[in-house]
């Protein structure tokens, strides 16, 4: 079976709450953060299948269309292969937060509907997140879990490794990945 690294979208691969992003509801919103883009080419090259499963509830309480949320992911796909990087699927959530859908993180609907399409085996997997959310989901769905970004609290929510950024985390990534 396939390994996946599940990639949760912002403040994983692009900047979110910074002094010139607060939420990405456009595409000029959109930064990538620094390394992603050797990160997910590192994930590509050893193998890994490579996902971004986001909630964007923004669409549901209608910040954006869903139409402009993809005009943003073309951006990232576009961002990510200047890098030689790609995503092999984006999934999103475009449900309100109350809305009770299966599909919104800390549900795990996205990372298993991905696994049963693309032959992956969730638990020889990583989740990774900045959020609660990101590891609950990964944790439900049987992957392991790593939780990055600049860590205000202590807590790490359970999450298997910690690291400031994806790229930092590569290392521990790549260490998962059997032949
Ligand atoms: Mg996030
Ligand atoms: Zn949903």
């Not at 990405?24 to 971004?52: C, H, M, W």
């Not at 693309?118 to 989901?137: H, N």
């Amino acid at each position: 079976m396939e390994q996946a690294v599940f990639l949760d979208r912002d403040g994983v691969i692009n900047e979110v709450k910074t002094n010139r992003v607060t939420f990405v509801n456009k595409p000029t919103d959109f930064y990538l953060l620094d390394g992603v883009g050797e990160a997910i080419r590192s994930f590509n090259q050893s193998g890994f299948v490579v996902f971004v499963v986001t909630n964007q509830g923004g669409v549901g309480l209608g910040y954006m269309t869903e139409k402009t949320l993809r005009t943003i992911h073309e951006k990232m796909v576009n961002l990510l292969a200047q890098h030689g990087a790609t995503v092999n699927e984006i999934a999103y959530c475009i449900h309100r937060p109350n809305e009770g859908c299966h599909c919104r993180k800390p549900g795990s609907l996205m990372i298993k509907q991905l696994s049963d399409r693309y032959g992956v085996d969730p638990t020889a997997s990583i989740m990774v997140g900045d959020r609660e959310p990101d590891i609950k989901a990964g944790k439900k769905a049987g992957c392991k879990t790593v939780l990055v970004g600049n860590r205000t609290k202590n807590e790490n929510y359970g999450a298997d490794a910690v690291f400031q950024s994806l790229s930092d985390a590569v290392p521990w990534i790549l260490k998962k990945k059997s032949l």
